[in-house]
């Protein structure tokens, strides 16, 4: 059972975020040039957004809780035919902004309906944002737009948050110390983790007590390499006194891990830093590890 967890609370944040209000009220539909498309439209009784040629459709959001969690959800699907005629790959992007805040979802070149997810912090300094759906060339349609605010749910006795990596990268330090290094959310089927390779590596800081034995556990998979090549490691350390390595190898299968370790009383170090890092520079080798956990061993 998951200890972490998220969970969307009731209310989308977007109106008409399927457009199925014939007039499309809630949303500003504009044109860049005069040959611009920026338009509902209708397939088998389904209306959704379509715009081309810098064609945009925008909305504001308000009544948005600063600095919290949001998942937006979209629907996308691309087509080369543009309105004059002329046939160019479809690209556009999804972008949200509120003053910090700015965030743009490229699309490119797909031909059927694909949803996309983007998690971001609310702005710390407004309680509004605008949403804007803009089409460069081909034609790039949108529909079934839904902005819910998350809540992170841990279990009382769980110390590390996102340990399932359900707001991607949230409460972790994500590190690429080279230009070839892997250190990313990915999904494995639907389900979220991080993925790591050529040490590219995550770490999450947490409060312990001294002189008390915790119990880490983890999933993780590598592939890549032939089964039983080195494919990185997760530690747990106290500081400069020393911690625990647990070394992960090819296996192409997820496989569970647990660690423990005592936190020394000596130099007052309460903090212990957990850390996955992925297969060496010169490997081949890619590695995905997902289900942290820690708690106090009873």
């Not at 998951?2 to 014939?22: C, E, H």
């Not at 949001?70 to 999804?94: A, H």
């Not at 770490?203 to 998979?221: D, E, G, H, I, P």
């Not at 890549?224 to 080195?230: E, I, S, T």
Request: proline share 3%.
């Amino acid at each position: 059972m998951n200890n972490t967890s998220t969970i969307a609370l009731p209310g989308n944040k977007v109106k008409d975020g399927d457009f199925s209000d014939q007039n499309s009220t809630p949303w500003a539909f504009e044109k860049s040039v005069p040959q611009s498309l920026s338009a509902r439209e209708i397939d088998n009784g389904n209306g959704y957004f379509s715009a081309s040629i810098s064609g945009f459709a925008t909305q504001q959001v308000s009544d948005i809780t600063k600095s919290t969690l949001y998942t937006l959800t979209v629907s996308t699907k691309g087509s080369e035919r543009q309105p004059d005629g002329q046939d160019r790959n479809p690209n556009g992007y999804l972008e949200i902004k509120a003053d910090e805040v700015e965030i743009r979802l490229y699309v490119e070149g797909v031909h059927d309906w694909v949803t996309r997810k983007v998690r971001f912090r609310s702005s710390a300094t407004t309680d509004n944002l605008r949403i804007r759906l803009f089409g460069s060339t081909g034609k790039l349609s949108f529909d079934n737009l839904s902005l819910t605010e998350l809540e992170e749910v841990i279990g009382p006795d769980e110390l590390i948050k996102n340990g399932y990596f359900n707001l991607d990268e949230e409460h972790w330090h994500f590190l690429k110390p080279n230009a070839n290094a892997h250190a990313q959310v990915v999904l494995d089927g639907d389900n979220p983790c991080a993925q790591l390779s050529k040490l590219g590596s995550i770490s999450q800081s947490v409060q312990v007590q001294l002189n008390k034995t915790y119990v880490l556990k983890f999933r993780a998979k590598a592939s890549g390499g032939a089964v039983g090549d080195p494919g990185g490691f997760v530690s747990i350390k106290s500081g400069t006194q020393g911690g625990v390595d647990e070394l992960v190898t090819v296996t192409n299968n997820w496989i569970a891990h647990t660690v423990e370790y005592t936190v020394p009383n000596v130099g007052g170090n309460d903090v212990l830093i957990v850390k996955a890092a992925g297969a060496a520079v010169s490997s081949n080798v890619t590695t995905l590890f997902d289900d942290f956990s820690l708690k106090l061993k009873v």
